[in-house]
């Protein structure tokens, strides 16, 4: 066995040295400051926990960093109204029924057109549920969640990297639209650690600069953001004008993950945490013979309907894999339109699946359908 030339060593080298072994709530804390993230607002909750822990001291580390556990999640979702509206970049966090508890206040983040990253770690459910990995918040997440016509930003990451990938990103895309961006995990993501490249830091000082915020009227004429426009014709107007940035987003904003398409007779689809274990699926069933390839959204919203419309020109069977009882397949059969089969399965309740469980169900349905 030979050895690579000592400059691609050098460069291997450099590559492991600048990754760090981190939990998954950590790669998020510290991609959120690295991003230029100063408020965080929030209420404990597993299993996200290790979030606002780590920002509680590391945002001491940074110039007018400001930390606050809350008293609750209602009033921690509010007090990001306040910084957002100040001009800072502001983030929350926290898993399934706590973001159920900050829905009115993300509706608001959205009426007032104001930026902000919110974090769902997400659990088993419905109700307290447990403490277990889940996706059971896709629908929450990716209809609004709250109260009214409007949409969020929704990118849904697979492994550590993406968190802070993500997480970075989150923050450039809620300044461009002036929206909410949710981060949609799960608990199996927030705990796993995983070696990862962390982004530069930026400077805060050098953002671009916003001239909409409430700040101070001294030297300026008076600004004004609500969300109360008792006028009808004047709410609708305003709700168009929501709709417009929410159509430039879904023409702007799509992400996939494509694998093994090109000769595939049938495409799995998932997300998040599922996606990377239909991977070793995929992988396991691709030996043995079977032409399966993988369509991952890495935007939940918006949805990458256009590459399914796509696909399914040359690929007729697809088949969805989520840990709920099936809540991204609708968007998948609104993207298909009919033209193609399209089949689910699902864990429910915070149990995971594994490669070998959706490898059986892959090859049973392709034999049996004579692919």
Known sequence: MGYAPLSVRKSRLRSIVHKVLMRGNH?????????GCRFYFGYPITPQNEIPEYMS????????????????????IHMVIGASMAGGRAMTSSSSPGISLKQEGISF?????LPAVIVNMTRGGPGLGNIAPAQSDYFQATRGGGHGDYRNIVLGPSSGQELADLTFEAFDLADKYRSPVVILGDGMLGQMMEPVQLPPEVQVKKLPHKDWTLTGAKGR??????????????????NWKLMRKYEKISKEEVKWEAISVDDA?????????????????????????????????????????????????????????????????????LALEG???????????GVILTPLEISRVISSYYYQKKL
């Open 339 to 349: 033209n193609g089969e399209v089949h689910f399965y699902g864990r429910p309740g």
């Open 57 to 76: 001291e590391r945002l001491t580390q940074v110039e007018g960093g400001v930390f606050i556990q809350a008293e609750s999640e209602i009033a921690s």
């Open 109 to 113: 983040l959205s009426a007032l057109e």
């Open 27 to 35: 790669i998020v804390a510290e991609a959120a400051v690295r991003a």
């Open 221 to 238: 004429p008076s600004r004004f953001i609500r969300s109360l426009i008792l006028d009808p014709m004047e709410e609708e107007e305003h």
């Open 265 to 333: 007779k049938m495409v799995v689809v998932a997300f998040g945490i599922a996606a990377r274990i239909a991977k070793g699926a995929i992988k396991r069933v691709r030996e043995e013979g079977l032409k399966v390839g993988l369509l991952r959204p890495i935007t939940l919203w918006p949805f990458p309907s256009k590459a399914l419309k796509e696909m399914a020109k040359k690929v007729k069977h697809f088949f969805v894999f989520e840990m709920n009882m099936g809540q991204m397949v609708e968007d998948v059969r």
